[in-house]
């Protein structure tokens, strides 16, 4: 799935996380799947406020990883893609709506 | 760079384990609201008298730096938490800081507005105490009439709230041949179900609880129950996860299985622990040495310097001085906590564990087992063979 550039992205509240040294843990409580992010993605997962698009977060990887933008880009829409398919993350509209 | 995302709950668990453990971070807190309870059931290792419950603002002040230092899985639990008046100001608090909660309640408190509410909250399971499917078999152990009628009405409300339900069944004298009727209403209800042989001297280590302990033959036909046996995961199985069944063992535990605990006692002090409802860090409940008193001093203050833990971080299976020695070590499910409580020594044996270890050994086939415990009480008492009485009779006439 991907995402137009106008789309924000936001963490499923219902989740239990917790970066721990770098990485990060999260629970889905509903089927009580365990999943983890290694520090890369532990980085994106922290940007995800609900206010940042793929582009704007690959924009920070390239800030923060030395890495080309279209890299960035490519490896952040995958992941969040990935994490969207298993309900970690949703999308918020640019009128404010919600989809799981 | 590549940003990866990895899901499955044994090695991601497993993974978890390891790097908590290894770096001491406190990865699973349980975390005793009150000791207030409405029940009074014999077996039960608290006082119930309020002595200074943390207020609201330190239970809040707990949580954040409990998520600070790293907690993610956190068991509220007591006496009975809904006795808390603020009860869901701290939930909400811990929602919100991205805890995965546990709650464990005898449920008599439970109706469909408060199941709504933990639902609405983020609660993932609830653990039940459930003594029998018999009434009067249950009603006699909480001393509360009418007590197995509430609490397992409870059960479908929350089911149906969305929370997951497991029931936890310690088995004393007073139960012992109920724990079937336990299984079958566990399979009839769809959730799992915990049976805990572990009843355990109070806090303050007087052993009126134990008098209710089963004695290690009468658990025989527990231990040999093929059922039990046959829904018993191996610790390495895909079927290890954070809510995984297991159906012999310490309710006070994670229930959490993991390579990465080898060499070592249990997850105590390594990588969960226990506070109190009046701020005091013990690394289990089951090992009341308190660390420090979260009043006086910050969470981590007490995690990483506290002697007690660093004490009990040190020590490894393979060097206790009587259980490394003991042939039938991995039949053993000895608790460091009971080792100091009944024993009196952290690092020693303890007659219960070896008694059950050895019971387990026999049942799987060790010929004669006996542990390192019995071998060296054996050693070192009168021999008793004509022999070895000859024996000692030429000693002494050689001493004169």
């Known amino acids: ?100 | 760079m590549t940003a990866s995302l990895s899901a499955g709950a044994t090695p991601v668990m497993d993974r978890l384990i390891s790097r908590t453990v290894e770096k001491h971070r406190p990865l699973s807190v349980h975390f005793d609201l009150t000791y207030r309870c409405n029940e009074r059931c014999v077996h039960c290792y608290l006082d119930h008298d309020d002595q200074g419950e943390l207020t609201t603002a330190e239970c809040l002040q707990v949580l954040d730096d409990l998520a600070s230092s790293g907690a993610l899985f956190l068991t509220f639990s007591g006496g009975e938490i809904f006795l808390r008046p603020d009860l869901y100001e701290i939930l909400a608090a811990a929602r919100s800081l991205h805890f995965d909660i546990s709650l464990k309640t005898n449920a008599l408190l439970v109706t469909p507005e408060r199941a709504a509410r933990l639902g609405e909250l983020g609660v993932r399971r609830v653990q039940i105490s459930v003594y029998s499917d018999i009434p009067a078999v249950h009603d006699a152990i909480t001393k509360v009439p009418g007590s197995l009628r509430r609490t397992l009405a409870a059960i479908p409300i929350l089911l149906q709230h969305g929370l997951q339900v497991k029931l936890a069944c310690p088995l004393m004298r007073e139960n012992l041949l109920a724990y079937r009727g336990v299984m079958a209403l566990a399979e009839k209800l769809g959730v799992p179900y915990i049976l805990d042989l572990t009843i355990t001297p109070m806090m303050d280590g007087s052993s009126g609880p134990l008098a209710h302990r089963a004695s290690v033959s009468s658990l025989l036909p527990v231990l040999r129950d093929a059922r039990l046996q046959a829904c018993k995961p191996q610790p390495t199985s895909a079927t290890a996860r954070p809510e995984s069944v297991w159906p012999l063992g310490s309710a006070v535990s994670s229930g959490i299985e993991s390579p990465a605990y080898q060499d070592l006692p249990c997850s105590a002090g390594h990588n969960s622990c226990y506070i109190s409802p009046y701020g005091d860090v013990f690394p289990c409940v089951q090992l009341p040495q308190a660390a420090g008193n979260l009043r006086r001093e910050k969470f981590d203050d007490i995690w990483y310097h506290a002697p007690q833990l660093e004490r009990l971080r040190a020590i490894r299976e393979s060097q206790l001085p009587i259980c490394s020695r003991c042939e039938i070590r991995s039949y053993c499910e000895r608790c460091p906590g009971l080792a100091l409580m009944e024993g009196g020594n952290l690092l020693g044996a303890y007659e219960r564990a070896c008694a059950l270890a050895e019971e387990k050994a026999r049942l799987a086939g060790v010929i004669a087992p006996i542990s390192a415990l019995h071998r060296v009480r054996d050693a070192a008492s009168v021999p008793t063979t004509p022999e070895a009485e000859f024996g000692l009779l030429a000693a002494d006439s050689n001493s004169v």
């Open chain 1, 1 to 100: 799935m991907s995402t137009p550039a106008a789309v924000v992205w936001q963490k499923n509240p219902d989740l239990a996380w917790r970066e721990i040294d770098d990485e990060t843990v999260i629970i889905s409580p509903h089927d009580s799947v365990m999943h983890e992010l290694n520090d890369t993605g532990s980085f994106l997962w922290k940007n995800i406020d609900g206010k940042k698009s793929a582009a704007e977060l690959a924009e920070l990887l390239v800030e923060n990883y030395q890495v080309a933008p279209d890299i960035a880009l490519s490896d952040a829409q995958a992941l969040l893609d990935e994490m969207s398919s298993r309900k970690l993350v949703v999308t918020v509209s640019a009128t404010g709506g919600v989809s799981l």
